[in-house]
């Protein structure tokens, strides 16, 4: 389904791409905190790859940004309860929830500030993205025969809209240090109560402009 | 002209109906096929495993899940009972039981003084099959089967910020009747209004 939206999208870069002004394919990596959780904060490594097929020329100023948050665990605890007698009647079970996003955006650039020496700041804006948040927790020592948790947390799997803007400072054109928020999902978590809700990422970033085609 | 009466009449109606429909409050245990997570929202749910099939309380798009009586029988004798009950219906329509199960209840003795405060100590209190009856009533049976269970509030919760008091009772329950009806991994989510109980 995610490839349906891509494919047209895909097309369009590359056809407008060929012979035009320089193209960038940029690739980042560094930190990344959730700030839509505030009691169990995700972090994350993020990487992300922008593909500027026009640069930041003022009449096509758009490119395409891939993130892919490779998840620390978050950690947290639940009670968990028996009617065998032998057993004590509740214990404390740790959980760790891993939260992995995967979102692609088209932006848009507005420049701000540039200097003789091709350093650069741009304001990246990407009013539509679609992202991917996928929550795997899981119990350490569950004894399942024996015990049952109350109000447990369980895996969730959801696709949907978001937006975000990055701030980019580039350093002699290839050279990059990026803030980027992304607003959580677009979509409803459904009724069941969770310990967590939607990641919004805030990654801090640094990394390589490739330039691969120029004038 | 009636004809659009009717079609603007229906347009009227229909979300009305959409927005009368209750929710269904079943999520499902992922490590139990068939049985609800132990929660303790007073989602007025319960279920359990009877000989290995899941069962539920039924639930209507009237009137949602259906809801659970907890009264006390006054006796003769030197203790009263608290009845807990509810209906039950299969919850897997692959599964076709030679015997319907239709009701259950689970018998509690009480002092004779027992009031909704005394329900508020449960919290976290374990019953073993020594002191309680588990009861199973079968379809076109008029002779309920009868047997011990074991029974844990694991959380008792009271909202009184009302003049109506709303008790949110959560817990896990099993039984056995005669070693031949087997009731495993029951769970329920019940809320009760003070104004309902008559203790």
Same mark, same amino acid.
């Given at each position: 389904?995610k490839?349906?939206?891509?494919?047209?999208?895909?097309?369009?870069?590359?056809?407008? $791409?060929?012979?035009?002004?320089?193209?960038?394919v940029?690739?980042?990596t !560094?930190?990344s905190?959730d700030?839509n959780?505030?009691?169990?904060s995700?972090?994350?490594?993020?990487?992300?790859?922008?593909?500027?097929?026009?640069? +930041?020329v003022?009449?096509?100023?758009?490119?395409?940004?891939l993130?892919y948050d490779i998840?620390?665990? +978050? /950690?947290g605890?639940? /009670?968990?309860?028996?009617? /065998?007698? $032998?057993?004590?009647?509740?214990?404390?079970?740790q959980?760790?929830?891993?939260?992995?996003?995967?979102? +692609?955006s088209?932006?848009?650039?507005?420049?701000?500030?540039?200097?003789?020496?091709?350093?650069?700041?741009?304001?990246?804006?990407?009013?539509v993205?679609?992202?991917?948040? $996928?929550?795997?927790?899981?119990?350490?020592?569950?004894?399942?025969?024996?015990?049952?948790?109350?109000?447990?947390?369980?895996?969730?799997?959801?696709?949907?809209?978001?937006?975000?803007?990055?701030?980019?400072?580039?350093?002699?054109?290839?050279?990059?240090?990026?803030?980027?928020l992304q607003?959580?999902?677009?979509?409803?978590? !459904?009724?069941?109560?969770?310990?967590?809700?939607?990641? +919004?990422?805030?990654?801090?970033?640094?990394?390589? /402009?490739?330039?691969?085609?120029?004038? | %002209?009636?004809?659009r009466?009717?079609s603007y009449?229906?347009l009227?109606?229909?979300?009305?109906? #959409?927005?009368?429909?209750?929710?269904?409050?079943?999520?499902?245990?992922?490590?139990?096929p068939g049985?609800?997570?132990?929660?303790?929202?007073?989602?007025?749910?319960?279920?359990?495993?009877i000989?290995?099939?899941?069962?539920?309380?039924? #639930?209507?798009?009237?009137?949602g899940?259906?809801?659970?009586?907890?009264?006390?029988?006054?006796?003769? =004798?030197?203790?009263?009972?608290?009845?807990?009950?509810?209906?039950?219906?299969l919850?897997?329509?692959?599964q %076709?039981?030679?015997?319907?199960?239709s009701?259950i209840?689970?018998?509690?003795?009480v002092?004779?003084t027992?009031?909704?405060t005394?329900?508020?100590?449960?919290? =976290?209190k374990?019953?073993?099959s020594?002191?309680?009856?588990?009861?199973?009533n079968?379809?076109?049976?008029?002779r309920p089967a009868? =047997?011990?269970?074991?029974?844990? #509030?694991?959380?008792i919760?009271?909202?009184?910020?009302?003049?109506?008091?709303?008790?949110?009772?959560? =817990?896990?329950?099993?039984?056995n009747?005669?070693?031949?009806?087997?009731?495993?991994d029951?769970?329920?989510?019940?809320?009760?209004?003070?104004?309902?109980?008559n203790f």
């Amino acid at each position: 389904m995610k490839r349906n939206y891509l494919l047209p999208i895909l097309q369009f870069f590359i056809f407008y $791409s060929v012979a035009k002004a320089q193209s960038y394919v940029g690739i980042s990596t !560094g930190i990344s905190r959730d700030l839509n959780n505030i009691k169990e904060s995700f972090y994350h490594i993020p990487v992300s790859i922008q593909w500027k097929p026009f640069g +930041a020329v003022h009449n096509r100023p758009v490119f395409l940004e891939l993130d892919y948050d490779i998840p620390f665990p +978050a /950690n947290g605890s639940d /009670n968990a309860y028996t009617l /065998n007698s $032998s057993l004590p009647q509740q214990i404390t079970l740790q959980k760790e929830i891993r939260a992995y996003v995967f979102t +692609a955006s088209i932006g848009f650039i507005v420049p701000i500030y540039r200097n003789k020496k091709s350093n650069s700041l741009y304001l990246n804006l990407l009013p539509v993205g679609i992202c991917n948040q $996928s929550f795997k927790v899981e119990y350490n020592k569950y004894d399942k025969a024996n015990y049952t948790i109350l109000n447990r947390d369980v895996n969730t799997h959801l696709t949907s809209l978001v937006t975000s803007m990055e701030a980019q400072f580039n350093f002699h054109r290839k050279f990059m240090i990026m803030l980027h928020l992304q607003s959580p999902l677009l979509a409803n978590r !459904g009724d069941y109560p969770l310990s967590y809700r939607f990641v +919004a990422p805030l990654q801090f970033t640094f990394g390589y /402009n490739f330039i691969y085609h120029s004038k | %002209m009636k004809t659009r009466i009717y079609s603007y009449g229906c347009l009227l109606i229909m979300p009305i109906i #959409f927005l009368a429909c209750a929710k269904r409050n079943f999520f499902p245990d992922p490590d139990n096929p068939g049985l609800s997570r132990l929660t303790a929202y007073g989602f007025d749910v319960a279920t359990m495993y009877i000989n290995g099939a899941p069962y539920i309380n039924p #639930f209507s798009k009237l009137n949602g899940n259906a809801p659970p009586t907890l009264s006390k029988y006054i006796s003769n =004798g030197s203790v009263d009972t608290l009845y807990l009950s509810w209906t039950i219906v299969l919850n897997d329509s692959n599964q %076709m039981p030679n015997i319907n199960y239709s009701f259950i209840t689970i018998a509690i003795p009480v002092p004779k003084t027992f009031a909704q405060t005394d329900l508020l100590n449960w919290n =976290g209190k374990r019953m073993d099959s020594s002191s309680n009856g588990i009861q199973i009533n079968f379809d076109y049976t008029p002779r309920p089967a009868a =047997g011990n269970a074991n029974l844990y #509030f694991v959380k008792i919760i009271v909202d009184s910020t009302d003049s109506i008091k709303n008790y949110t009772l959560s =817990g896990l329950f099993n039984g056995n009747i005669s070693n031949s009806i087997l009731v495993t991994d029951g769970r329920f989510d019940f809320e009760f209004y003070s104004n309902d109980l008559n203790f």
